[in-house]
Protein backbone atom coordinates (compact mmCIF):
# COMPACT_ATOMS: atom_id res chain seq x y z
CA UNK A 1 0.00 0.00 0.00
CA UNK A 2 0.81 3.63 -0.31
CA UNK A 3 -0.57 7.51 0.48
CA UNK A 4 -1.46 9.59 -2.56
CA UNK A 5 -2.34 13.37 -2.34
CA UNK A 6 -6.00 13.76 -2.92
CA UNK A 7 -7.71 17.19 -3.89
CA UNK A 8 -11.11 16.21 -3.03
CA UNK A 9 -12.74 19.58 -3.68
CA UNK A 10 -11.66 23.34 -3.75
CA UNK A 11 -10.01 23.84 -0.72
CA UNK A 12 -10.02 20.71 0.70
CA UNK A 13 -6.49 18.33 0.25
CA UNK A 14 -6.10 14.80 2.10
CA UNK A 15 -4.04 11.82 1.74
CA UNK A 16 -5.86 8.63 0.53
CA UNK A 17 -4.36 4.81 0.79
CA UNK A 18 -3.65 3.36 -2.90
CA UNK A 19 -3.29 -0.24 -3.64
CA UNK A 20 -0.24 -0.65 -5.41
CA UNK A 21 -0.13 -2.92 -8.91
CA UNK A 22 2.03 -6.17 -8.73
CA UNK A 23 5.19 -5.66 -9.62
CA UNK A 24 4.83 -6.63 -13.75
CA UNK A 25 7.59 -8.38 -15.48
CA UNK A 26 9.82 -5.59 -16.93
CA UNK A 27 9.02 -3.00 -14.31
CA UNK A 28 10.13 -1.37 -11.06
CA UNK A 29 8.95 0.02 -7.53
CA UNK A 30 10.11 3.07 -6.32
CA UNK A 31 9.79 4.41 -2.95
CA UNK A 32 9.35 8.62 -3.45
CA UNK A 33 12.31 10.10 -1.34
CA UNK A 34 11.03 13.92 -2.41
CA UNK A 35 8.20 15.19 -4.00
CA UNK A 36 8.52 19.22 -4.80
CA UNK A 37 5.44 21.51 -4.94
CA UNK A 38 4.45 23.28 -7.82
CA UNK A 39 2.27 25.93 -6.51
CA UNK A 40 1.79 27.82 -9.99
CA UNK A 41 -0.03 24.62 -10.96
CA UNK A 42 -1.03 22.80 -8.25
CA UNK A 43 -2.93 25.17 -6.43
CA UNK A 44 -5.19 26.27 -9.29
CA UNK A 45 -6.66 22.78 -8.27
CA UNK A 46 -6.96 23.59 -4.85
CA UNK A 47 -8.46 27.20 -5.65
CA UNK A 48 -10.34 25.56 -8.17
CA UNK A 49 -9.47 28.01 -11.31
CA UNK A 50 -7.60 25.42 -13.51
CA UNK A 51 -9.14 25.42 -17.43
CA UNK A 52 -8.98 21.87 -16.98
CA UNK A 53 -11.53 22.02 -14.35
CA UNK A 54 -14.18 23.99 -16.21
CA UNK A 55 -13.73 22.77 -20.15
CA UNK A 56 -12.98 20.26 -21.61
CA UNK A 57 -9.58 20.49 -23.82
CA UNK A 58 -9.84 18.87 -27.53
CA UNK A 59 -6.62 17.74 -27.74
CA UNK A 60 -6.86 17.10 -31.38
CA UNK A 61 -8.38 20.23 -32.29
CA UNK A 62 -6.07 22.00 -29.52
CA UNK A 63 -9.29 23.72 -28.01
CA UNK A 64 -11.04 24.04 -24.86
CA UNK A 65 -15.13 23.86 -25.97
CA UNK A 66 -18.06 23.68 -23.54
CA UNK A 67 -18.60 20.23 -22.01
CA UNK A 68 -17.94 17.83 -19.35
CA UNK A 69 -14.68 19.01 -17.79
CA UNK A 70 -11.66 17.13 -18.98
CA UNK A 71 -10.77 16.79 -14.85
CA UNK A 72 -13.28 16.85 -12.25
CA UNK A 73 -12.75 16.20 -8.04
CA UNK A 74 -11.94 14.33 -6.48
CA UNK A 75 -8.20 15.10 -7.93
CA UNK A 76 -5.51 12.43 -7.55
CA UNK A 77 -1.83 12.65 -7.77
CA UNK A 78 -1.05 16.18 -8.82
CA UNK A 79 2.61 17.06 -9.18
CA UNK A 80 5.37 16.26 -11.29
CA UNK A 81 8.73 17.11 -9.55
CA UNK A 82 9.45 13.60 -7.98
CA UNK A 83 12.76 11.40 -6.51
CA UNK A 84 12.21 7.68 -5.69
CA UNK A 85 14.13 5.16 -4.78
CA UNK A 86 14.11 2.08 -6.85
CA UNK A 87 13.10 -0.76 -4.04
CA UNK A 88 12.52 -3.27 -6.80
CA UNK A 89 13.15 -4.26 -10.35
CA UNK A 90 12.35 -6.53 -12.71
CA UNK A 91 13.99 -4.82 -15.43
CA UNK A 92 17.82 -4.68 -16.84
CA UNK A 93 16.88 -0.81 -17.41
CA UNK A 94 17.22 0.33 -13.90
CA UNK A 95 19.32 -1.45 -11.19
CA UNK A 96 17.72 -1.42 -7.69
CA UNK A 97 19.22 1.39 -5.08
CA UNK A 98 19.44 4.05 -7.90
CA UNK A 99 17.73 7.18 -7.42
CA UNK A 100 15.48 8.19 -10.24
CA UNK A 101 13.60 11.68 -11.09
CA UNK A 102 10.05 10.96 -12.87
CA UNK A 103 6.88 13.04 -12.86
CA UNK A 104 4.13 10.51 -11.44
CA UNK A 105 2.28 13.07 -8.94
CA UNK A 106 2.41 13.26 -4.72
CA UNK A 107 2.10 9.34 -3.92
CA UNK A 108 4.56 7.49 -1.23
CA UNK A 109 5.59 4.87 -3.49
CA UNK A 110 5.36 3.96 -7.62
CA UNK A 111 5.15 1.19 -9.80
CA UNK A 112 6.40 2.46 -12.92
CA UNK A 113 6.58 0.22 -16.76
CA UNK A 114 10.10 1.83 -18.37
CA UNK A 115 7.91 1.58 -21.88
CA UNK A 116 5.29 3.61 -20.61
CA UNK A 117 6.82 5.99 -17.69
CA UNK A 118 9.47 8.49 -18.34
CA UNK A 119 12.61 8.49 -15.85
CA UNK A 120 16.03 9.62 -15.61
CA UNK A 121 18.75 7.99 -13.43
CA UNK A 122 20.41 10.44 -11.57
CA UNK A 123 24.01 10.65 -10.98
CA UNK A 124 25.21 10.01 -7.52
CA UNK A 125 26.85 12.88 -6.66
CA UNK A 126 23.63 14.86 -7.28
CA UNK A 127 22.03 16.15 -4.37
CA UNK A 128 18.54 13.92 -4.31
CA UNK A 129 16.31 16.77 -2.96
CA UNK A 130 17.52 18.95 -5.99
CA UNK A 131 16.71 15.74 -8.26
CA UNK A 132 13.00 16.86 -7.85
CA UNK A 133 13.91 19.38 -11.34
CA UNK A 134 15.33 16.82 -13.38
CA UNK A 135 12.22 15.24 -14.97
CA UNK A 136 10.15 18.05 -15.57
CA UNK A 137 10.55 21.26 -14.38
CA UNK A 138 14.32 21.89 -15.30
CA UNK A 139 13.09 20.57 -18.93
CA UNK A 140 10.27 23.38 -19.04
CA UNK A 141 13.04 26.11 -18.36
CA UNK A 142 15.56 24.91 -20.33
CA UNK A 143 12.76 24.89 -23.74
CA UNK A 144 12.37 28.32 -22.99
CA UNK A 145 16.10 28.72 -23.77
CA UNK A 146 15.54 26.42 -26.23
CA UNK A 147 12.76 28.65 -27.67
CA UNK A 148 14.80 31.81 -27.46
CA UNK A 149 17.68 30.11 -29.91
CA UNK A 150 15.21 28.85 -32.49
CA UNK A 151 14.03 32.40 -32.68
CA UNK A 152 17.58 33.93 -33.27
CA UNK A 153 18.96 30.82 -35.51
CA UNK A 154 15.80 28.55 -36.55
CA UNK A 155 17.19 25.14 -37.41
CA UNK A 156 20.51 25.71 -37.01
CA UNK A 157 20.28 26.57 -33.10
CA UNK A 158 23.26 23.88 -31.94
CA UNK A 159 24.03 24.90 -28.18
CA UNK A 160 20.81 25.46 -25.21
CA UNK A 161 22.80 29.49 -24.83
CA UNK A 162 22.20 30.08 -27.96
CA UNK A 163 19.48 32.78 -27.82
CA UNK A 164 21.39 34.45 -24.64
CA UNK A 165 25.00 33.67 -24.80
CA UNK A 166 26.33 37.81 -25.11
CA UNK A 167 23.00 39.43 -24.72
CA UNK A 168 21.02 41.44 -23.14
CA UNK A 169 18.03 39.54 -20.81
CA UNK A 170 14.95 40.02 -18.57
CA UNK A 171 13.22 37.05 -16.38
CA UNK A 172 10.02 38.71 -15.20
CA UNK A 173 9.01 37.01 -12.16
CA UNK A 174 11.06 35.42 -9.42
CA UNK A 175 9.82 32.18 -8.66
CA UNK A 176 10.69 29.36 -8.65
CA UNK A 177 10.53 28.87 -13.39
CA UNK A 178 11.70 32.16 -13.15
CA UNK A 179 14.81 32.16 -10.95
CA UNK A 180 15.80 28.95 -12.77
CA UNK A 181 14.88 30.05 -15.96
CA UNK A 182 17.83 33.19 -14.63
CA UNK A 183 20.39 30.52 -14.39
CA UNK A 184 20.01 28.90 -17.23
CA UNK A 185 20.63 31.87 -18.65
CA UNK A 186 24.07 33.29 -16.55
CA UNK A 187 24.85 29.42 -17.19
CA UNK A 188 24.37 30.08 -21.18
CA UNK A 189 26.40 33.10 -21.07
CA UNK A 190 24.06 35.69 -21.08
CA UNK A 191 25.86 39.19 -20.95
CA UNK A 192 23.68 40.64 -18.51
CA UNK A 193 20.44 39.09 -16.74
CA UNK A 194 18.23 41.44 -14.84
CA UNK A 195 15.19 39.66 -13.03
CA UNK A 196 12.21 41.82 -12.21
CA UNK A 197 9.51 41.27 -9.95
CA UNK A 198 7.49 42.76 -7.05
CA UNK A 199 8.53 40.81 -3.90
CA UNK A 200 11.52 42.00 -2.21
CA UNK A 201 12.45 38.54 -0.51
CA UNK A 202 11.93 36.96 -4.24
CA UNK A 203 14.83 39.79 -5.47
CA UNK A 204 17.19 38.63 -2.11
CA UNK A 205 17.16 34.96 -3.70
CA UNK A 206 18.05 36.71 -7.38
CA UNK A 207 20.55 38.64 -5.91
CA UNK A 208 21.81 35.59 -3.91
CA UNK A 209 21.99 33.72 -7.43
CA UNK A 210 24.05 35.76 -8.72
CA UNK A 211 21.29 38.23 -10.96
CA UNK A 212 20.74 41.64 -11.47
CA UNK A 213 17.36 42.74 -10.27
CA UNK A 214 14.79 45.40 -11.08
CA UNK A 215 11.68 46.23 -8.65
CA UNK A 216 8.53 46.91 -9.86
CA UNK A 217 7.80 49.76 -8.38
CA UNK A 218 9.62 52.34 -10.22
CA UNK A 219 9.11 51.71 -14.09
CA UNK A 220 12.11 48.91 -14.57
CA UNK A 221 11.34 49.49 -18.26
CA UNK A 222 12.60 53.64 -18.59
CA UNK A 223 15.60 52.07 -16.11
CA UNK A 224 17.02 49.52 -18.41
CA UNK A 225 15.72 51.07 -21.83
CA UNK A 226 18.13 53.86 -20.41
CA UNK A 227 21.18 51.90 -19.27
CA UNK A 228 20.55 49.58 -22.27
CA UNK A 229 20.95 51.19 -25.95
CA UNK A 230 21.50 49.40 -29.18
CA UNK A 231 21.50 51.89 -31.77
CA UNK A 232 19.46 55.03 -32.15
CA UNK A 233 15.76 54.27 -31.08
CA UNK A 234 16.55 50.40 -30.08
CA UNK A 235 16.70 50.25 -26.46
CA UNK A 236 16.06 47.47 -24.17
CA UNK A 237 16.37 43.98 -23.86
CA UNK A 238 17.34 41.32 -26.21
CA UNK A 239 15.09 38.64 -25.11
CA UNK A 240 12.69 38.53 -21.86
CA UNK A 241 11.59 35.40 -20.25
CA UNK A 242 8.04 35.82 -18.90
CA UNK A 243 7.54 33.74 -16.10
CA UNK A 244 4.77 35.18 -13.89
CA UNK A 245 1.08 34.11 -14.69
CA UNK A 246 -0.41 37.40 -14.20
CA UNK A 247 -1.27 40.06 -17.36
CA UNK A 248 0.38 43.45 -15.63
CA UNK A 249 3.67 40.94 -15.87
CA UNK A 250 2.96 39.69 -19.47
CA UNK A 251 2.05 44.02 -20.32
CA UNK A 252 5.59 44.89 -17.86
CA UNK A 253 7.41 42.38 -20.19
CA UNK A 254 6.67 43.63 -23.66
CA UNK A 255 7.64 47.24 -22.35
CA UNK A 256 10.73 46.10 -21.44
CA UNK A 257 11.41 44.46 -25.29
CA UNK A 258 13.64 45.97 -27.10
CA UNK A 259 12.21 47.01 -31.00
CA UNK A 260 11.55 43.76 -32.80
CA UNK A 261 12.64 41.77 -29.76
CA UNK A 262 11.20 38.45 -28.54
CA UNK A 263 9.29 37.61 -25.27
CA UNK A 264 9.35 33.97 -24.40
CA UNK A 265 6.34 33.06 -22.26
CA UNK A 266 6.63 30.50 -19.80
CA UNK A 267 3.58 31.96 -17.33
CA UNK A 268 0.80 29.92 -17.23
CA UNK A 269 -2.45 32.32 -16.84
CA UNK A 270 -5.92 31.47 -14.86
CA UNK A 271 -7.51 35.27 -15.43
CA UNK A 272 -8.09 37.74 -18.37
CA UNK A 273 -5.70 39.85 -19.80
CA UNK A 274 -7.00 42.94 -19.90
CA UNK A 275 -3.63 45.16 -18.95
CA UNK A 276 -2.16 43.04 -21.84
CA UNK A 277 -2.49 46.56 -24.43
CA UNK A 278 -1.55 45.28 -27.52
CA UNK A 279 -2.04 48.75 -29.19
CA UNK A 280 1.08 50.21 -27.26
CA UNK A 281 4.25 48.42 -27.10
CA UNK A 282 3.53 45.23 -29.22
CA UNK A 283 1.81 46.68 -31.78
CA UNK A 284 4.35 49.58 -32.05
CA UNK A 285 7.74 48.13 -31.40
CA UNK A 286 7.06 45.03 -34.02
CA UNK A 287 7.43 42.50 -31.40
CA UNK A 288 6.54 38.82 -31.00
CA UNK A 289 5.62 36.60 -27.96
CA UNK A 290 6.63 32.67 -28.36
CA UNK A 291 5.16 30.35 -25.89
CA UNK A 292 6.80 27.86 -24.51
CA UNK A 293 5.11 24.62 -23.24
CA UNK A 294 7.04 21.53 -22.44
CA UNK A 295 4.59 19.87 -24.84
CA UNK A 296 6.39 20.82 -27.72
CA UNK A 297 10.29 21.94 -28.78
CA UNK A 298 10.68 24.42 -31.20
CA UNK A 299 9.91 23.44 -34.85
CA UNK A 300 12.69 21.90 -36.70
CA UNK A 301 14.70 21.17 -33.72
CA UNK A 302 12.93 17.72 -32.25
CA UNK A 303 15.32 15.94 -34.09
CA UNK A 304 18.18 16.86 -31.53
CA UNK A 305 16.27 18.07 -28.61
CA UNK A 306 14.00 15.97 -26.42
CA UNK A 307 12.70 15.66 -23.25
CA UNK A 308 15.80 13.42 -22.67
CA UNK A 309 18.41 16.06 -23.41
CA UNK A 310 16.41 18.89 -21.67
CA UNK A 311 16.63 16.57 -18.34
CA UNK A 312 20.59 16.18 -18.82
CA UNK A 313 20.80 19.86 -19.19
CA UNK A 314 19.04 20.38 -16.08
CA UNK A 315 21.78 18.13 -14.73
CA UNK A 316 24.73 19.78 -16.22
CA UNK A 317 23.06 23.06 -14.48
CA UNK A 318 22.39 21.88 -10.91
CA UNK A 319 26.10 20.80 -10.98
CA UNK A 320 27.13 23.55 -11.04
CA UNK A 321 24.40 25.67 -9.54
CA UNK A 322 22.94 22.61 -7.01
CA UNK A 323 24.69 24.19 -4.03
CA UNK A 324 23.24 27.58 -4.36
CA UNK A 325 19.70 26.89 -5.72
CA UNK A 326 19.99 24.40 -2.26
CA UNK A 327 20.58 27.13 -0.04
CA UNK A 328 17.98 29.83 -1.60
CA UNK A 329 15.76 28.46 -3.78
CA UNK A 330 14.29 25.36 -1.28
CA UNK A 331 12.97 27.44 1.13
CA UNK A 332 10.30 24.82 2.72
CA UNK A 333 11.07 21.36 3.39
CA UNK A 334 7.96 19.40 5.23
CA UNK A 335 6.97 15.44 5.81
CA UNK A 336 4.79 13.98 3.45
CA UNK A 337 2.09 13.58 5.93
CA UNK A 338 1.62 17.73 6.56
CA UNK A 339 1.39 18.22 2.53
CA UNK A 340 -1.94 18.69 2.69
CA UNK A 341 -1.88 21.22 5.55
CA UNK A 342 0.88 22.58 3.40
CA UNK A 343 -1.15 23.02 -0.24
CA UNK A 344 -4.19 24.45 1.86
CA UNK A 345 -2.39 26.79 3.76
CA UNK A 346 -0.15 28.04 0.01
CA UNK A 347 -4.26 27.79 -1.24
CA UNK A 348 -5.28 30.72 1.15
CA UNK A 349 -2.19 32.82 1.68
CA UNK A 350 -1.64 31.71 5.02
CA UNK A 351 1.70 30.79 4.22
CA UNK A 352 4.26 31.86 1.83
CA UNK A 353 6.87 29.30 0.13
CA UNK A 354 9.05 29.40 -3.20
CA UNK A 355 9.89 25.95 -3.38
CA UNK A 356 8.30 23.44 -0.96
CA UNK A 357 9.68 19.65 -1.07
CA UNK A 358 7.81 17.21 0.51
CA UNK A 359 10.09 14.45 2.10
CA UNK A 360 9.38 10.93 2.60
CA UNK A 361 11.22 8.34 4.75
CA UNK A 362 11.95 5.02 2.67
CA UNK A 363 11.72 3.16 5.86
CA UNK A 364 7.78 4.13 5.91
CA UNK A 365 7.64 2.05 3.19
CA UNK A 366 7.64 -1.21 5.22
CA UNK A 367 10.86 -2.47 3.74
Not at 217 to 229: F, I, S, Y
Not at 337 to 347: F, K, V, Y
Request: aromatic letters at 6%.
Amino acid sequence: MGEVLTIEAPGKVSLVEEKLPELPEGGFRVATTHSGVSAGTELTYVKGDNPYLNATFDRELGLFVPGTPSIEYPVRGIGYMQVGLVVETRTAAVREGARVAMAYGHRTAYVADPLADRFVELPDDLDPLLGIYVAHMGPICANGLLHAAHDLYGPAARQLGDGVRGRRVVVVGAGVVGLLVACFAMHGGAAEVVVVDETPARLEVATALGADVLATDDDPAVTLKRRWRHAPQDRGADVVFQCRGRARALALGLRLLRPQGTLVDLAFYTEGADEVRLGEEFHHNGLSVRCAQIGRVPRGLAHAWDRERLSYETIGLLSEWGPLLRRHLVTDVVGFRDAPQLLGDLAARRRQSLQAVLRHEVEEEGR
